[in-house]
């Protein structure tokens, strides 16, 4: 116990020091080269005619800022997800979350035009809720539906049948290019306006899910202990959902679909500081954070001068791993 | 007994022919150029030939047709041994990321030959004989994965394979989509429109391409399809029988790969016909598999059809790419049956 104290202490503790080197990264390295001082002057004294500074300032450093709290929104929102339903494969992109979230936004931008953003952003929650509802609906209509395997086949599946909506309605009305640029991965574009718009929402999500750790903990011990240890588990599954859809839903409205950051985080987290959620939770979204930014920054070498999709990245990082899982967990275990 | 069940096998056979007819008539007649059956018939048995008909019915409308036709067979047919061969009722050719292996070599391979619109029509035909060749390739690598990551202790450990499926597919498909993003523009819209899924840009030489496979490997599927029937059973049971199990699997799994890879070398990926056919299948004419081969091949083959005249008229002008049509019409149809299923 003192141990994965020890290790989740010194995460978190040193954890500054990751981000920072993150967002050094992130400024420095890009298409255009910009040396060190220009970066400090665009910071300490912006200068609005310089190319340069504006460079930094309105797309590197709100970049690096998206990536680094899309990072840590999946993977608190997946640690939630799988503490709460005892399930290794639980994640927002998995259980139809993202979809869900990219489905109503498509329908808002078909139906209404040029919403402000925070709308978007309260219409991107509703999304991934609709999503939530309707994988763990489906999964509690079919008997054993909420077993792992069986819940990440109905998400997969009403995911792909929402984005497949989404997709015939874009084309009807021809705007299936603005509406692509939301299903896929935008970190590269990400809007200042909305990023701040949407840490208040983000930090909503993580407050509930912190506030609520050590029941999550409870919790993936299965439901018959928590109930017997006087828990009021309807209470904190339903602050549970409001923290993932908060979570997903502003990420989703901020940089699009992100596969496996929500999925493989926790699993590594879970690895290096036990299964403690009010050590898994903080740490998770201290690693996911970095993960993603890291991610971001790799992304923009891997086709120098040209971007790669974050979500390319994260796959090829994600994949083998979710590989190497399924072949030491095997179908049936619980996480 | 025997006699009656093949009567009933005949009828429903005779029913969807009528039914694939009917989608046949309203997908050759309809259409941005509209024309009446009996100008369609007069053009085929070339009484009258008037030459706008002749290049909409044999250059735009009849190798579409056939393209769907050829698909849904081949995905049929292929869903129905896949099913068989793993004893899962969920196992689809798109869900265990053949699809993607598949799709993601074609990308490769359109990458390195360059194949852009222009010179597709004139000295690309190697290529395009190519193509199901190198879709192979990859279905073949992504069944090997899957088989590599689910077998456990000498068995194929079910749970595992639809998850190992869902991984290998978004690998694949992340794969794809960054080596369509090194594509120059033109070579990038085609291979973009090819991966959602359509067939409108048929033309014979697609046909001729993916004709061959859908023949003899449907034939080979054809022949060795009774020992599907074995296959439900358990696994010493069909061993004491004499069945060497293995190889037989291997066969005609790596022969479904091959129909499936032709399949997406043409029309890129489709999803749930190769789920769908077969549940309607067994549904219509019991378990038998020398039965519910042909008939889920027809119900394949109709289904396509009808898909792909939706997306064709539904948005008209502008077309959807059937693989759409597909899952919208499809998931509603395996969420149903999920629900119906009994754990």
């Given at each position: 116990m003192n141990k994965t104290n020890l290790i989740a202490t010194t995460i978190l503790v040193t954890s500054p020091v990751f981000i920072v080197l993150a967002i050094v990264l992130s400024v420095l390295y890009g298409a255009k080269d910009i040396s060190a001082l220009t970066v400090w002057q665009a910071i300490t004294q912006f200068d609005a005619n310089n190319v340069d500074h504006n460079i930094i300032r309105t797309s590197r450093l709100p970049r690096v800022i998206a990536a680094l709290l899309v990072g840590a929104f999946l993977a608190v929102a997946g640690s939630v997800m799988q503490g709460i339903t005892r399930n290794y494969l639980a994640s927002p992109s998995i259980m139809g979350i993202n979809d869900g979230s990219a489905f109503v936004i498509t329908l808002a931008m078909v139906f209404f035009p040029g919403l402000p953003n925070y709308q978007m952003i309260l219409l991107s929650m509703v999304g991934s809720a609709i999503g939530a509802g309707l994988v763990f609906g489906f999964g509690s209509l079919i008997k054993g539906g909420l077993s792992p395997v069986r819940l990440a086949i109905i998400g997969t599946v009403i995911g792909t049948f929402l984005s497949s909506i989404a997709s015939a309605v874009a084309m009807y009305f021809q705007v299936s290019q603005s509406v692509s640029v939301w299903y896929n991965a935008k970190i590269h574009t990400v809007n200042p306006d909305m990023l701040v718009l949407s840490i208040p929402f983000g930090l909503v999500g993580l407050i509930l899910a912190l506030s609520i750790a050590k029941s999550v903990t409870i919790s993936s011990l299965g439901e018959d202990i928590a109930v017997n240890l006087g828990q009021r588990t309807k209470w904190v599954k339903a602050i549970s959902i409001l923290s993932v859809v908060c979570l997903t839903g502003t990420a989703v409205a901020l940089v699009g679909k992100i596969a496996f950051v929500g999925l493989v985080i926790p699993h590594i987290t879970r690895f290096i500081v036990g299964v403690d959620y009010r050590f898994v939770i903080p740490c998770s979204a201290v690693i996911g954070a970095v993960f993603l930014a890291f991610c971001d920054v790799i992304s923009r070498f891997i086709n120098f001068p040209f971007e790669t999709p974050v979500g390319v990245v994260t796959a090829i990082i994600g994949v083998p791993f979710f590989l190497y899982l399924i072949r030491t967990r095997g179908g049936e275990q619980r996480a | 007994m025997r006699k009656e069940q093949f009567g009933h096998f005949l009828t429903l056979m005779l029913i969807f022919i009528g039914l694939t007819f009917v989608a046949f008539y309203f997908h050759i007649t309809n259409g941005a150029f509209d024309m009446s059956v009996m100008d369609v018939v007069k053009t085929m048995l070339r009484i009258d030939p008037n030459e706008k008909h002749d290049l909409v019915i044999f250059e735009f409308r009849l190798p579409r047709i056939v393209i769907a036709a050829l698909v849904g067979i081949g995905l049929g047919m292929a869903g129905t041994v896949i099913q068989g061969v793993t004893r899962n009722g969920l196992a689809d050719p798109g869900i265990l990321g053949i699809n993607a292996g598949a799709g993601a070599s074609i990308v490769i391979f359109m990458f390195f030959f360059q194949?852009?619109?222009?010179n597709l029509t004139d000295d690309s035909w190697s290529s395009i004989l190519m193509m199901p060749l190198f879709g192979f390739v990859g279905g073949a690598v992504a069944a090997g994965l899957i088989y590599l990551f689910s077998w456990r202790n000498g068995v194929l450990d079910m749970q595992r394979l639809i998850l190992t499926g869902i991984a290998i597919s978004s690998g694949f498909g992340a794969l794809s989509l960054y080596i369509s993003l090194k594509m120059n523009a033109s070579d990038y819209e085609m291979a973009a429109v090819w991966i959602a899924g359509s067939i409108y840009s048929a033309n014979w030489s697609f046909v001729l391409s993916m004709l061959p496979w859908i023949v003899i490997l449907g034939y080979v599927i054809y022949r060795k399809s009774h020992l599907l029937d074995y296959f439900q059973l358990e696994e010493a049971s069909a061993k004491s029988l004499g069945i060497s199990v293995e190889k037989e699997k291997s066969i005609l799994l790596l022969s479904s790969v091959g129909i499936v890879s032709a399949c997406v070398s043409v029309s890129g990926g489709i999803g749930f016909i190769g789920l769908m056919a077969p549940h309607i299948a067994k549904r219509l004419v019991g378990i038998q598999h020398r039965f519910v081969l042909p008939m889920s091949a027809m119900i394949g083959m109709f289904l396509l059809i009808f898909s792909d005249y939706i997306a064709k008229t539904v948005f008209e002008p502008s077309e959807l790419p059937v693989g759409i049509v597909v899952s919208i019409i499809g998931i509603p149809y395996f969420l149903y049956l999920l629900v119906k299923s009994k754990a």
């Open positions: - | 194949m852009s619109s222009n």
